[in-house]
Nanobody, 115 residues
Framework: QVQYVESGGGLVQPGGSLRLSCGTS????????MAWYRQAPGNERELVAS???????NYGSSVKGRFTISRDSAKHTVDLQMESLKSEDTAMYYC?????????WGQGTQVTVSS
């Protein structure tokens, strides 16, 4: 069972930036298609961004142009660089292998955008 560990969240003002990181203590993030998801209180969990093994990236419409997903194959991590943050980006952020619906979610990392 893959154990995901997300980090890098925090409190940031609107317009600010944060960088999230996801690791598993294994090479999983380097050899599978990976994704970042988020869930705000009262909302369904949504896909934010994904990256394929080949490096192809896709983004949700609400974050396109502001967020960048990347992979560090040496560190076996998948990062999410978030720029121009808005209050509606406030959520718990999770990473997981794309398409592996039976993978358990990690504890996530909280992002709060507020002045």
């Amino acid at each position: 069972q893959v154990q995901y560990v997300e980090s890098g969240g925090g409190l940031v003002q609107p317009g600010g930036s944060l960088r999230l990181s996801c690791g598993t203590s294994t090479s999983v993030p380097s050899i599978y298609d990976m994704a970042w998801y988020r869930q705000a209180p009262g909302n369904e969990r949504e896909l934010v961004a994904s990256i394929s093994v080949a490096g192809t990236t896709n983004y949700g419409s609400s974050v396109k142009g502001r967020f960048t997903i990347s992979r560090d194959s040496a560190k076996h991590t998948v990062d999410l660089q978030m720029e121009s943050l808005k209050s509606e980006d406030t959520a718990m952020y999770y990473c997981r292998r794309l398409y592996y619906m039976n993978d358990q979610w990690g504890q996530g990392t909280q992002v709060t955008v507020s002045s």
